[in-house]
């Protein structure tokens, strides 16, 4: 089989650049190792920033999105025992966030590239890639017992933190940088109206908490935990009363338990590899960086990969020109590494770090002070928050 473009991956960074692919013209082939019921049933990110929005919208795949999502137009930090709101309208000219569940955006895109005639493999095994640093490259895998080919211009890998497409590159030719946090996040879903109407980042000395949520009847909520935690020691009681103790106030507020739908542990990372690009291999989203989710910034950096990624590939096609092609993991960079900051910024502000001295501690609670009560210190929260817009 022939195409131009082969993409590794139908996350987010894959399916929408297919998808503004097509849009331009340029024909593409998806390989993926899960099945479609798995990747669309996936929970993961939540908040989608406007340029994120803007950009379904625009293509085409942003009706249910238009109708579903909820918008929100700030968010609120809680501590000491007070919960302090950020106000975007005021603060960013009036940018909003919205709330849409990452694999409802999959189901959404899976769906519009299946009904124009894209093609997607799924459950497929084995995946390779070849070739990748002359001009044709390729993709193998096994689907069911069947092997298969795909001879492609280019390939774009855009398979995660754990895919293949990273690691095939020769040692030496990427340098990484990266960090690792000593906790994690213990993640649940649960059929419950979501106790507050906007998401509330949690600073307590038990450790971080965030509430969330997907619907008007179903909530997202973490707790920061150890990196080696054990399910098992967290029924539901236990997560309950853990969070209704971090994100207590002096305020009469009440937590809604409810049935947990979903229970898991998200590690926390801060990952770069650059350049993005290697020969005729592209890698997009979490497979070129991840961020610790405090920001939740990484589906919006996949979003912003692609979009730049698409450009590049279609004026290719359309003028024979390469430099934006050549330009890609240049511009990309820029934006990782600002939200690089900024998650980790956001990290290292709300978590509880066991290594922290009683200086450390009045001093990160100094900074939220400073961060809720000063116009600029809130701004550049809020601005970070709702994104920068796509290039
Ligand atoms: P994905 O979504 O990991 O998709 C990669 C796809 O590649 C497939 N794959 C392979 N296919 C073929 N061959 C192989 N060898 C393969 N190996 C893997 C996988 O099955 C998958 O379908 O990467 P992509 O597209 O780059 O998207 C990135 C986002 O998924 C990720 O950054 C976000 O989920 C991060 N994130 C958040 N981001 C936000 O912008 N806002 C948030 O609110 C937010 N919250 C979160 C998050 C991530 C979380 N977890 C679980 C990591 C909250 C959590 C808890
Ligand atoms: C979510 O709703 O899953 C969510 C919200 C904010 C974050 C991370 C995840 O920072």
């Known amino acids: 089989m022939r195409t131009q473009v082969g993409i590794v991956g139908a996350g987010p960074a894959g399916l929408m650049l297919s998808h503004l692919l097509h849009l331009g013209g340029v024909e593409s082939v998806i390989v993926e190792n899960r099945s479609r019921e798995y990747v669309e049933r996936r929970v993961r990110a939540g908040v989608l920033e406007q340029g994120t929005v803007d950009l379904l919208v625009a293509t085409g795949v942003g009706q249910r999105l238009k109708r579903q999502g909820l918008v929100h137009h700030g968010i609120e930090l809680c501590f000491a025992r007070r919960r302090h709101r950020i106000n975007f309208d005021e603060l960013t000219n009036g940018r ?20 124009s005639g894209g093609q997607i493999f799924f459950e497929a095994s084995n995946v390779r890639v070849w070739d ?23 390939i774009a890998g855009c398979d995660g933190f754990h895919g293949v497409c990273r690691k095939s590159i020769p040692q030496g030719a990427l340098t990484i940088y990266e960090q690792t946090y000593p906790f994690a996040w213990l993640g649940i879903l649960a059929r419950t109206p979501p106790s507050a109407n906007e998401i509330i980042y949690c600073h307590h ?13 179903l909530s997202r909520l973490y ?7 054990d399910l098992a020691n967290w029924p539901d009681e236990r997560i309950w009363e853990e969070l ?31 350049p993005m690009r290697y020969g005729s291999l592209f890698l997009a989203g979490d497979a070129a960086h991840i961020v610790p989710a405090t920001g939740a910034k990484g589906l919006n950096l996949a979003m912003a990969d692609v979009a730049v990624l698409a450009r590049a590939f279609n004026e290719y096609y ?19 590494w600002k939200v690089q900051r900024f998650s980790w910024w956001m990290t290292s502000m709300l978590h509880r770090f ?27 929260l809020a601005e970070n928050y709702v994104g920068f817009p796509f290039e």
């Not at 909003?96 to 299946?114: A, C, F, H, P, W």
């Not at 990748?132 to 280019?154: A, L, N, S």
Request: hydrophobic share 30%.
């Open 96 to 115: 909003t966030i919205t709330i849409y569940g990452q694999n409802e955006v999959v189901k959404d895109l899976t769906d519009s590239r299946l009904a």
């Open 132 to 154: 990748f640093d002359g001009p044709r490259p390729r993709i193998t895998f096994v689907q069911g017992d069947k092997e298969h080919e795909i001879v492609c211009d280019f």
């Open 205 to 217: 000395e038990r450790g971080f908490a965030l509430h969330s949520m997907r619907s008007p009847e």
């Open 223 to 229: 707790l920061q935990c150890a990196p080696d935690e």
């Open 244 to 274: 209704k103790a971090r994100s207590q106030t002096d305020e009469t507020w009440e937590l809604r338990p409810g049935p947990i739908l979903q229970k898991g542990i998200t590690e926390m990372r801060s990952f770069v590899a650059e």
């Open 318 to 336: 359309r003028t024979g020109r390469h430099d934006l092609l050549d330009r890609y993991s240049e511009v990309c960079l820029r934006r990782v």
């Open 354 to 380: 066991d290594s922290d001295t009683a200086f450390d501690r009045r001093r990160r609670l100094a900074e939220l002070e400073y961060v809720v009560s000063s116009r600029a210190a809130s701004q550049a």
